[in-house]
């Protein structure tokens, strides 16, 4: 039984969606953020990317970058950009990419469906990476950007979608990228309590994006549980969550970029490959994107190769062991090239599928003499993994459109 509570956002004023609502804070380094805020004081990367605002010289974990985020969002609410609604409502936000949409339902996910295991991980998170957003969350006393959450399926909440989505938006706009978002509000109590029941019925959600906010929201609404034992409705026993049914998501190729082939030359690392991960086919008309599942496409010498695993690799019974990206890990990466912790080695970088194979090329000429395109891990292969309670290798999947934050806020 799942609980999504719905809430009373803290929004921005419908002319000022557009310029309020802005990229998750880390998809971007502070040098990009300040270009991107460059005559926009609406942006809401001056909130979650509070450093853009004071001196270069100053910590980007410094107390002096907590404090301007929470005076940034003050002063938003102050100056009347954001208004908190009076009544408590679900959400729905559709993005559309390339023609392409996905909906889901913007509400309150609960820390103890957290805790007990029915929002389901996939990734590791880093306790750096944690402390920043519990700083955030707790100074700002608000959570200001959503986690990325699926459901398998729901007819009762696909079609409560269909009917909400075909009523007039609160904000619709073209973002600078081209992807057009449109958020609408529930129409009372009676949908409210459809969505509450619809959600009770099912038995998991799954973390798609988003894992170190999720952590970090989840501590700071254990902590303040400490503060004020038997307060269990009050808001920061939630968090604030965008639910999409898995069916409307798309993962895109999160690529490999080698630095050096570990004292093999090119010949020796092709026939490495053949020797123990797969069949090699040189390419004619490259880049080469894999077609499916249990291929990837290699980039050495100026060159683009195909590559299939040979089948006995990908017959694993647990999901994980299963995944592209494990395999390559297992078979390649550690014995071939030496990479044993992806996550630590510098020899290895990773690239975005929105990117390009292009990119992968362009990699090749400047820093890096090999690239590997993987073909994208699906949402089923997520959802069976998080099933068994495994991990994913780092930098597994890569979800398009991302959620823009600063158009609904939850105020703990």
């Not at 990009?32 to 004081?41: D, F, I, S, T």
């Amino acid at each position: 039984m799942i609980t999504l509570k719905p809430f009373k956002a803290l929004r921005p004023v419908a002319d000022k969606a557009a310029l309020c609502a802005a990229l998750p804070y880390d998809v971007m380094s502070s040098d990009e953020a300040r270009e991107m805020v460059k005559g926009n004081p609406y942006s809401f990367l001056h909130v979650d990317k509070a450093e853009i605002d004071l001196d270069k010289s100053v910590d980007l974990y410094d107390d002096k970058v907590y404090e301007k985020a929470a005076e940034n969002l003050k002063n938003a609410e102050k100056n009347g950009v954001y208004v908190e609604d009076k009544v408590v409502g679900y959400y729905f936000y559709r993005q559309v990419m390339d023609g392409r949409a996905q909906t889901g339902i913007v509400g309150c996910a609960s820390i103890d469906d957290y805790l007990e295991g029915r929002i389901k991980k996939h990734e590791l998170t880093r306790a750096d990476k944690e402390v920043d957003r519990i700083r955030h969350v707790s100074t700002c006393s608000a959570q200001t950007g959503p986690i990325f959450l699926a459901y398998k399926e729901s007819e009762a909440l696909d079609g409560i979608i269909a009917e909400q989505t075909a009523k007039e938006p609160i904000y619709d706009f073209v973002a600078e990228d081209g992807v057009r978002h449109t958020v609408w509000k529930t129409d009372g109590e009676k949908t409210d309590e459809k969505i509450r029941s619809a959600f009770k019925k099912l038995e998991a959600l799954y973390i798609a994006d988003g894992h170190h906010r999720a952590a970090s929201a989840v501590k700071v609404g254990v902590q303040k549980r400490a503060e004020n034992p038997g307060d269990r409705e009050a808001e920061f026993n939630f968090f604030l969550s965008v639910v999409f049914p898995a069916s409307a998501l798309k993962i895109m190729d999160y690529n490999r970029l080698i630095k050096n082939l570990n004292g093999l030359s090119a010949e020796e690392f092709l026939s490495k490959i053949e020797q123990s991960v797969g069949k090699v086919q040189a390419v004619q008309n490259g880049p080469y994107r894999p077609q499916k599942k249990g291929e990837f496409g290699l980039y050495l010498q100026n060159k683009w190769y195909q590559v299939s695993f040979y089948p006995q690799l990908t017959s694993a019974q647990a999901a994980v062991e299963r995944l592209d990206c494990a395999v390559l890990q297992r078979y390649l990466l550690a014995p071939v090239l030496g990479i044993e912790d992806p996550r630590s080695d510098k020899r290895i970088d990773f690239a975005g599928g929105i990117r390009g194979l292009t990119y992968l090329e362009q990699r090749c000429e400047k820093d890096c003499v090999a690239a590997i395109a993987m073909y994208p891990t699906s949402m089923n292969e997520l959802m069976s993994v998080a099933d068994e309670n495994a991990l994913m290798p780092p930098k597994s999947t890569w979800f398009e459109p991302k959620l823009r934050s600063g158009l609904l806020i939850h105020k703990i």
